[in-house]
């Protein structure tokens, strides 16, 4: 394993720190970003954990349980917060009850204000297939900024090669949009390295992976992909929509 080359204030096991002021995560974003760039996975989600305690959590789409096993390794009982858009397959929502039921994690299931029936009332039926970036924006991104308050660092499974608008995301970044550090530590992942891991952890998958949906979304958004496309190409098919806003 790397070593961790970051040396900053660390927070003792357990204890929940007092949230820090904006220009001090900023400036520790901007530390640690070049600084962990070679850093593994395992490094990169030790120096979270060690940096903000209690104040980090990790996100899941549940297309598989890679972060949410590692971070678990690491930080049994780790905050792992979900977003139920009340739109996603039902084999997601049993990959997430899988997830809770066999990974020492703490999983927070976050459901936007309005359920789709409120949505569909105050917006219109099917508003995902007329506005996209609303519906995202109410059923996506609202809830997860609402459900980060009480966090300085999250933590997604993003990985550049995802997408051509993933290329250059850090593993340590400054989130402008949420006023957090945004860590990616599976950032520098091939298709390869996750399948590795998988298979020798024993991790568990999305079925649908299986079955052609290599990212998955909200069944209204998402579609199998073809060979030789983008691991995201069957998101947003169609238009040119290629991320839901969580990522601005
Ligand atoms: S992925 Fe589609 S259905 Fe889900 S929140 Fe976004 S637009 Fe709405």
């Known amino acids: 394993m790397t070593a961790v080359p970051v040396t900053l204030r ?85 990959t997430r009850d899988a997830v809770e039921a066999t990974l020492p994690v ?26 996209p970036d609303l519906c995202c924006a109410l059923r996506k991104v609202a809830p997860l900024t609402d459900a980060l308050d009480g966090y300085d660092a999250w933590a997604t499974g993003m990985r550049r090669e995802e997408s051509r608008s993933r290329v250059i995301a850090p593993v340590v970044g400054w989130d402008a949009a949420k006023g957090k550090v945004k860590v990616s530590p599976l950032a520098r992942w091939r298709r390869a390295d996750v399948e590795a891991y998988i298979a020798e952890h024993g991790v568990l998958v999305n079925p649908l992976v299986q079955d052609g949906y290599p990212s998955i979304g909200c069944r209204t958004c998402t579609r199998r992909v073809e060979v030789g496309e983008d691991a995201r190409a069957g998101r947003w098919s169609g238009s040119a929509k290629t991320e839901c806003g969580i990522h601005a």
Do not use: K, N
């Not at 976050?110 to 219109?124: C, F, R, T």
């Open 106 to 131: 703490t999983v927070r299931t976050v459901i936007p204000a309005l359920s789709v029936a409120e949505q569909d009332e105050a917006y219109g039926r099917d508003l995902y297939a007329r506005d």
């Open 10 to 94: 660390r927070t003792a096991p357990g204890r929940r720190p007092e949230s820090r002021a904006a220009d001090e995560l900023r400036e520790l974003a901007q530390i640690a970003g070049p600084e962990l760039e070679l850093a593994s996975a395992e490094d990169i989600v030790e120096w979270a954990v060690g940096t903000f305690g209690a104040r980090f959590c990790i996100t899941s789409s549940m297309t598989d349980s890679v972060l949410a096993h590692l971070a678990s390794r690491i930080a049994p009982g780790i905050d792992l917060v979900f977003l139920d858009t009340g739109l996603h397959f039902v084999e997601t929502i049993g």
